[in-house]
């Protein structure tokens, strides 16, 4: 179904769209929870920049050193950020966050993954447009960000690192504010305000131990910033309280999150701007969503 602007698996829609162009579009109220991976640097998934990163040429995008003999995935630096870019990543998350409002129901939470150098500036965009703030989600998991002596002065500064290695994700957690005086009203009528448990005696927590992501997903899609099913399986399952209700991804790459929605038994949305990762998730959603994966439990020993 290559080229075409719309693609179905499952329970899972995609479209071949700018978000902010579709949202417009959008039914009041029609969506119950938002789960995305936004490009949070905004630059990093211009055409220009997908370009050059396609080139292997110049750009924000890096090749962190190899390691143990194995190349790595291009990074975009967040570190050559100006204040003019930071100020623009505001104004964009906060446009953003004013159009999808409509299209929430009200309790409808949102999950947004952020990066620790950036994290503020989108989560003040996203309170600025009227959305609550409930907490952050930690995916615990070893980046090859930071960590580095000073460049050209290793020997000389061998006991210095100039950022900390960076460890961990934050994933962003707002919500709609709810309609209703109660959460348990809300539920009623809008089956939305509140997580949606592990089981009986765990609720949903705030930490979640996890991994890069492993070889066997980046050969089925090979975006960039591909995230684990593991891990999109679990915050995905957690945002529709009583498991009824749509999924949102308005920035879906390869279609991660419509995949854990399917495995997960949720129906879902996701809107890709870039041709080429729209054509590539209409590949991967069936077979990252059949994937069997194994969620790390416990911190790396
Ligand atoms: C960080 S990536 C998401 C990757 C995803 N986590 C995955 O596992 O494949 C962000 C994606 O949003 C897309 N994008 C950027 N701006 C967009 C827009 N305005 N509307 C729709 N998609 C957009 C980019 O092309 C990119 O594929």
């Not at 390691?67 to 570190?79: A, K």
């Not at 539920?187 to 930490?207: A, C, H, M, N, V």
């Not at 949305?269 to 590949?283: N, S, W």
Request: include cysteine; charge should be positive.
């Amino acid at each position: 179904m290559s080229g075409a602007s719309e693609f179905k698996y499952g329970r899972a829609k995609l479209f071949h769209a700018d978000c902010l162009a579709w949202l417009k579009g959008c039914a009041e109220k029609s969506i119950h929870a938002v789960v995305t991976d936004p490009p949070y640097g905004i630059h990093e998934y211009t055409d220009e920049q997908q370009q050059k990163m396609r080139a292997g040429k110049g750009g924000v995008w890096r090749l962190p050193p190899a390691y143990d003999g194995h190349t790595r995935s291009p990074l975009p630096r967040f570190t050559t950020l100006t204040p003019k870019d930071l100020k623009h990543l505001r104004e964009f998350f906060n446009e953003w966050a004013i159009a999808l409002r409509p299209a929430l129901a009200p309790g409808a939470h949102v999950f947004m993954a952020a990066n620790p150098l950036v994290s503020t500036y989108i989560s003040m965009a996203l309170s600025d447009a009227g959305l609550e703030r409930r907490g952050e989600v930690v995916r615990a998991v070893m980046t090859m960000r930071g960590g580095d002596r000073p460049k050209n002065a290793h020997e000389e500064f061998s006991d210095v690192s100039v950022m900390p290695r960076s460890q961990w994700e934050p994933w962003l957690l707002y919500r709609e504010p709810i309609e209703c005086k109660t959460v348990a009203d809300n539920l009623r009528k809008y089956k939305t305000g509140g997580l949606r448990r592990i089981s009986d005696e765990q609720p949903f927590g705030d930490l979640i131990w996890s991994h890069p992501t492993r070889k066997t997903e980046k050969s089925i899609a090979n975006h960039p910033s591909l995230k684990p099913q593991s891990f999109m399986r679990a915050i995905v399952r957690a945002s529709l309280p009583l498991g009824e209700g749509v999924v949102l991804d308005p920035f879906a790459g390869s279609g991660s999150t419509l995949a854990a929605a399917e495995y997960v038994g949720y129906e879902s949305i996701g809107l890709e701007r870039d041709a080429e990762y729209f054509a590539l998730a209409q590949d991967a959603i069936p077979k990252l969503a059949k994937l069997e994966v194994k969620a790390r439990s416990a911190p790396p020993s």
